[in-house]
């Protein structure tokens, strides 16, 4: 029977399932765990055997610390948990042109995916004990010995994958945000083209990106300040709609033909950076500190995140824009609404940008200069990809779209599948089949309570209730990476073949 790390079994010596007995098997345990030998150990290991247990490996800290996502407190983690939400899929809603029998399901039962999806990260991440996302492909499709060469080339996938669609992202964000704040400026000024007004958003927001992790005061600042002027172009909107004089958003423009009803609602809902953010909220608890508070649970604050992002969304499915504006006797509620719509997308670009991987570069090149090439490579890219000509810039929009509904959705649930299903446990426990090597006392105190009714009655209960929630994620898992992600897939497909 395969388990997790915290198998739990009826007897104290072996309720924590982090050992295995070595120098024989103790008879006074009906059950005994035998963890995998085969594993090769890593170094990027980390221990989630427990939400409310503090990291205390000194070399894993300095890791954590030196990367893109240090340790974090608890409401920072809640921030960037909360952020992705509010973006350019929100600020689309409007404009899906939903009945509210099909907007009001759609948003909860996205929003319920999305923290499904979450939650399933954050589960495979405690049962591999790794904190990168890298690292739980490795262990799914390369663990053992004799096979560095797969490991090596998917790690070099999985770090390209994340690289393409964070730069993407970010391109898109920028378009959106240039499209929105064009048609303001007058067309006699210089600065009324694409190329320019997106050299000018760059160029504001370069100091924030140079940042040296999201752990800086900046990024933080930038990002509460994106979640401030999404509350305040809901306001607007608010009352445009009040007035009867909502329309169209500009930054639909240069979005592909994906883009429409329940797909917005689909992209709203994609995540990113699960793992990374759990691992700096436990390399962020005091080594010494055994009992977190409850606020630094991140079961607690993704649910708390989904569920506030849904109550700032929810109420924008009662609004519906007209691609036609009315005549409106006053433009500065629209422009008001567009320049919080812009500074919102725009002050997310850094805290996407900063968690890219970095390009690779020669030993002799990073010595040589403390200048940031890969960042200022990988800005300079995103600034070229925002400012393609609109043809261009509709293809990579659906590609992202595709791209950020299979990681979300599709890809942890195949990772589950896979490592649950299709791949040797990490652990098995077996009942114990060597001689007896303790005294007879122990012997007959195993006997006893072999027999005893009580106990044995606990341990089925215990399994009971193990196989029960098991059958319920395993239906919840297929049901994610079949009629979901394979339903939106196929549904994709004959959208861009003109078939529906």
């Known amino acids: 029977m395969a388990a997790s790390p915290r198998s739990s079994t009826s007897f104290d010596s072996f309720s924590s399932g982090r050992e295995s007995p070595i120098h024989g098997f103790d008879s006074s345990a009906a059950l005994i765990l035998v963890t995998d030998s085969d594993g090769t150990p890593n170094s990027a290991s980390f221990d989630f055997s427990s939400d409310d247990e503090a990291e205390g490996d000194s070399d894993q800290l300095e890791r954590l610390r030196s990367s893109s996502i240090p340790p974090l407190s608890s409401i920072s983690v809640f921030l960037y948990l909360l952020a992705p939400f509010l973006k350019l899929g929100a600020l689309l809603v409007p404009d899906g042109g939903l009945p509210l029998k099909i907007s009001i399901p759609a948003l909860v039962f996205f929003a319920a995916l999305s923290a499904f999806s979450r939650q399933i990260w954050y589960m495979l991440a405690r049962y591999v004990r790794r904190a990168e996302l890298e690292e739980i492909v490795l262990e799914t499709f390369a663990r053992g010995r004799g096979k560095e ?5 998917l790690r070099h996938v999985v770090r390209i994958a994340i690289g393409i669609m964070r730069v993407m992202l970010a391109a898109l964000y920028m378009r959106a945000a240039v499209d929105v704040l064009l048609p303001l400026i007058p067309q006699t000024l210089l600065l009324s083209s694409h190329i320019t007004v997106a050299v000018l958003l760059a160029i504001a927001v370069s100091p924030i990106y140079f940042a040296s992790s999201l752990g800086a005061r900046s990024v933080i600042y930038a990002s509460w300040a994106s979640i401030a002027a999404y509350a305040a172009w809901f306001a607007f909107t608010t009352y445009m709609h009040a007035k009867g004089m909502l329309v169209t958003s500009a930054g639909s423009a240069s979005l592909g033909i994906l883009w429409q009803g329940i797909s917005t609602i689909v992209f709203t809902f994609t995540t990113a950076s699960t793992i990374p953010l759990y691992s700096s909220l436990k390399g962020a608890l005091q080594p010494g500190n055994a009992s977190p508070k409850r606020s630094q649970s991140f079961k607690l604050l993704s649910t708390l995140s989904v569920g506030f992002a849904l109550l700032l969304i929810l109420p924008l499915a009662f609004f519906q824009s007209s691609p036609s504006p009315p005549s409106i006797p006053t433009r500065t509620p629209k422009v008001f609404a567009a ?27 990073r010595r040589a200069t403390n200048f940031p090439l890969s960042k200022s490579l990988l800005y300079l890219l995103t600034l070229c990809l925002s400012v393609l000509p609109t043809s261009w810039v509709k293809v990579l929009s659906d590609v992202l779209l595709v791209l950020a509904f299979i990681s979300t959705y599709l890809v942890p649930a195949f990772i589950h599948i896979t490592i649950h299903n299709f791949r040797r446990p990490l652990s098995i426990i077996v009942p114990p089949n060597t001689p007896a090597t303790s005294s007879s006392q122990a012997q007959l105190e195993a006997s006893e309570s072999r027999n005893d009714e009580l106990l044995q009655r606990k341990e089925r209960t215990l399994q009971r209730r193990r196989l029960g929630r098991r059958l319920v994620w395993d239906v919840g898992v297929w049901m994610l990476l079949v009629p979901v992600g394979g339903g939106g897939l196929v549904w994709a497909g004959g959208r861009v073949a003109g078939r529906w």
């Open 149 to 153: 060469t797969r490991r090596w080339a």
């Open 339 to 365: 320049f919080f719509n812009a500074g919102a997308l725009t002050l997310s670009i850094p805290s996407i940008l900063i968690t890219c991987p970095s390009l690779p570069s020669r030993v002799s090149i």
